[in-house]
């Protein structure tokens, strides 16, 4: 028994050991971390209001338990009015509400091409997570005036009654308006495939559209090749109103990425009627007070706001542009309701479908005399300045000199001969959905119309006539063609040689119907 009582090695370690531990706890300052708390005191439709966290921030981003979170909407001496960004099912009165001393932000990148998402930038498209390279609030400041370049180089979207007419150039806000079913989604995707091999980055906003609509549009951009340079954002219609209103300042931001480093950038808003309509929804639940049509007051506000973030950027600050294609309903045709005339008065101009024309099968059914672009010859090339100059014009006495003939049954030669003009100008104009075209065939196309090339081919024939003359062009003419495409002004003897070449492919085809009309 000798020994045990020193304890031998053992009682050494155990001495070291506490008496480490007797220091550790000496040497101690407990420190405490203030977090300031709410309390969920009412859940509604996609809204909450809590009472408590007085310092909080109007747009700071809480959180809710099970990791759901919110952005905050009212900031009142009585209460929190919060906008829930996942489903409320899960939220209780009574559940704390806690800070994240942060705003809203999504993630942006090259890692986002190709894929789909939800407004806040979480994958829908089962492909995994998406390794972002940086994140931006969804809220930011446009572009100061001195940081801002005219806007001159065209954006062509493959549809000839728009690149000839309405012109669209990049780093415009260029409005798409009419009633339901009229084919505005359809513009803003054949612009979208129209960007194949141009170097613009595409993005599609989806808003309160159902999930099959959505699914469409993705399997149609896959289709055509244009998904691997387009962003899907998605905030369908059986997503919270939250999420609704803050999708089109996600996909502005996501935009804003590329535009930052010299990109070119397109922004499809469909829509922003929808859009508005959530916002309304959400203040008159959180007790804002209504002004005109029940909407909040600063309506006009919160489009403007974004909207204004397009633009092209001189060189100095990267050259890089952000141009949007806003889209709208209308209702029996009503442009001059709240919301079309708010929008009307941001952008830079409209393109509006006419349900009529869309009913005789006029596709696209856009309405010349009513649409407008306000950048207009500044963003188009040379060639179709030369063109289709006076084209607009000439169309809109076209249309006008047609309604007055069926007044009158005796017409004089002049007026049949502007007639039978206007009604090819008319079938050229016409071009099928998902079918953009190049431009040295519209090109080709527009000057076989105006210089009379197609006067002898009957009406049922104009559009086979039109095919063969784009495809003996691009054929014959394969150096010309891409003069053009590369913006250069062509002389009086190249558009000679263009008017040959459709002189013979028009006298060729001999106005035959076209079998694949």
Same mark, same amino acid.
């Given at each position: 028994m000798e020994g045990r009582g020193d304890g031998g090695p053992l009682k050494a370690v155990l001495d070291d050991t506490f008496e480490k531990l007797d220091r550790a706890l000496a040497e101690h300052r407990p420190g405490l971390e203030p977090r300031e708390v709410g309390v969920v005191t009412y859940v509604g439709s996609g809204i909450a209001r809590v009472s408590g966290m007085d310092s909080v921030r109007a747009e700071e981003l809480v959180r809710f338990p099970g990791e759901s979170y919110g952005l905050v909407f009212n900031v009142d001496p009585q209460e929190i009015g919060i906008i829930m960004l996942d489903p409320s099912e899960g939220v209780r009165a009574g559940d704390e509400v806690h800070r994240t001393g942060r705003v809203l932000d999504v993630p942006v990148g090259e890692a986002l091409l190709g894929r789909v998402v939800d407004a806040l930038g979480r994958p829908l498209d089962g492909l995994g997570d998406i390794a972002a390279e940086d994140r931006l609030p969804v809220e930011r400041e446009a572009p100061p005036i001195m940081h801002r370049d005219p806007v001159t180089v065209p954006l062509q979207t493959g549809l000839k009654v728009i690149d000839a007419l309405i012109p669209i150039g990049r780093g415009q806000r260029e409005l798409i308006l009419g009633d339901r079913l009229t084919g505005k989604t359809a513009i803003a995707l054949d612009t979208i495939i129209n960007q194949h091999d141009k170097g613009v980055v595409c993005i599609y906003c989806a808003i309160g559209k159902q999930s099959s609509d959505v699914a469409k549009t993705v399997a149609a951009l896959r289709e055509h090749g244009a998904l691997p340079y387009t962003v899907v954002v998605v905030a369908a219609g059986e997503a919270p109103p939250g999420v609704q209103f803050v999708a089109p300042y996600s996909a502005t931001s996501m935009g804003e990425y590329f535009m930052s480093r010299g990109r070119d950038v397109l922004v499809?808003?469909?829509?922003?009627?929808?859009?508005?309509?959530?916002?309304?929804?959400?203040?008159?639940?959180?007790?804002?007070?209504?002004?005109?049509?029940?909407?909040?007051?600063?309506? $006009?506000?919160?489009?403007?706001?974004?909207?204004?973030?397009?633009?092209?950027?001189?060189?100095?600050?990267?050259?890089? *542009?952000?141009?949007?294609?806003?889209?709208?309903?209308?209702?029996?045709?009503?442009?001059?309701?709240?919301?079309?005339?708010?929008?009307?008065?941001?952008?830079?101009?409209?393109?509006?479908? *006419?349900p009529g024309m869309f009913q005789k099968g &006029?596709?696209?059914?856009?309405?010349?005399?009513?649409?407008?672009?306000?950048?207009?010859?500044?963003?188009?090339?040379?060639?179709?300045?030369?063109?289709?100059?006076?084209?607009?014009?000439?169309?809109?006495? $076209?249309?006008? &000199?047609?309604? $007055? *003939?069926? $007044?009158?049954?005796?017409?004089?030669?002049?007026?049949?001969?502007?007639?039978?003009?206007?009604?090819r100008v008319r079938e050229i104009l016409k071009q099928p959905q998902l079918r953009p075209m190049p431009v040295s065939e519209q090109i080709a196309s527009l000057l076989a119309v105006t210089r009379g090339v197609l006067d002898g081919v009957p009406l049922d024939g104009v559009s086979g006539a039109e095919q063969a003359v784009r495809r003996d062009v691009s054929e014959k003419l394969g150096d010309l063609c891409r003069k053009i495409e590369a913006g250069g002004k062509l002389e009086d003897v190249e558009f000679d040689a263009i008017l040959a070449a459709a002189r013979d492919a028009a006298a060729t085809r001999g106005g035959r119907p076209d079998a694949d009309r």
């Amino acid at each position: 028994m000798e020994g045990r009582g020193d304890g031998g090695p053992l009682k050494a370690v155990l001495d070291d050991t506490f008496e480490k531990l007797d220091r550790a706890l000496a040497e101690h300052r407990p420190g405490l971390e203030p977090r300031e708390v709410g309390v969920v005191t009412y859940v509604g439709s996609g809204i909450a209001r809590v009472s408590g966290m007085d310092s909080v921030r109007a747009e700071e981003l809480v959180r809710f338990p099970g990791e759901s979170y919110g952005l905050v909407f009212n900031v009142d001496p009585q209460e929190i009015g919060i906008i829930m960004l996942d489903p409320s099912e899960g939220v209780r009165a009574g559940d704390e509400v806690h800070r994240t001393g942060r705003v809203l932000d999504v993630p942006v990148g090259e890692a986002l091409l190709g894929r789909v998402v939800d407004a806040l930038g979480r994958p829908l498209d089962g492909l995994g997570d998406i390794a972002a390279e940086d994140r931006l609030p969804v809220e930011r400041e446009a572009p100061p005036i001195m940081h801002r370049d005219p806007v001159t180089v065209p954006l062509q979207t493959g549809l000839k009654v728009i690149d000839a007419l309405i012109p669209i150039g990049r780093g415009q806000r260029e409005l798409i308006l009419g009633d339901r079913l009229t084919g505005k989604t359809a513009i803003a995707l054949d612009t979208i495939i129209n960007q194949h091999d141009k170097g613009v980055v595409c993005i599609y906003c989806a808003i309160g559209k159902q999930s099959s609509d959505v699914a469409k549009t993705v399997a149609a951009l896959r289709e055509h090749g244009a998904l691997p340079y387009t962003v899907v954002v998605v905030a369908a219609g059986e997503a919270p109103p939250g999420v609704q209103f803050v999708a089109p300042y996600s996909a502005t931001s996501m935009g804003e990425y590329f535009m930052s480093r010299g990109r070119d950038v397109l922004v499809v808003y469909d829509d922003l009627t929808r859009h508005a309509r959530e916002y309304r929804e959400v203040s008159l639940l959180l007790r804002r007070p209504p002004g005109r049509e029940a909407y909040p007051g600063d309506i $006009f506000y919160i489009h403007s706001r974004m909207l204004e973030r397009s633009t092209h950027l001189r060189q100095a600050y990267g050259g890089g *542009s952000l141009t949007a294609l806003p889209i709208i309903e209308t209702e029996a045709q009503d442009i001059s309701s709240y919301i079309p005339t708010n929008l009307i008065s941001i952008t830079d101009g409209q393109i509006y479908l *006419s349900p009529g024309m869309f009913q005789k099968g &006029l596709l696209p059914a856009v309405d010349v005399g009513k649409s407008v672009s306000r950048v207009g010859g500044k963003a188009q090339l040379p060639a179709y300045r030369a063109v289709a100059g006076d084209l607009r014009i000439a169309y809109a006495q $076209f249309e006008e &000199l047609e309604s $007055f *003939s069926r $007044f009158g049954t005796r017409l004089d030669e002049d007026t049949r001969r502007r007639l039978e003009r206007g009604w090819r100008v008319r079938e050229i104009l016409k071009q099928p959905q998902l079918r953009p075209m190049p431009v040295s065939e519209q090109i080709a196309s527009l000057l076989a119309v105006t210089r009379g090339v197609l006067d002898g081919v009957p009406l049922d024939g104009v559009s086979g006539a039109e095919q063969a003359v784009r495809r003996d062009v691009s054929e014959k003419l394969g150096d010309l063609c891409r003069k053009i495409e590369a913006g250069g002004k062509l002389e009086d003897v190249e558009f000679d040689a263009i008017l040959a070449a459709a002189r013979d492919a028009a006298a060729t085809r001999g106005g035959r119907p076209d079998a694949d009309r």
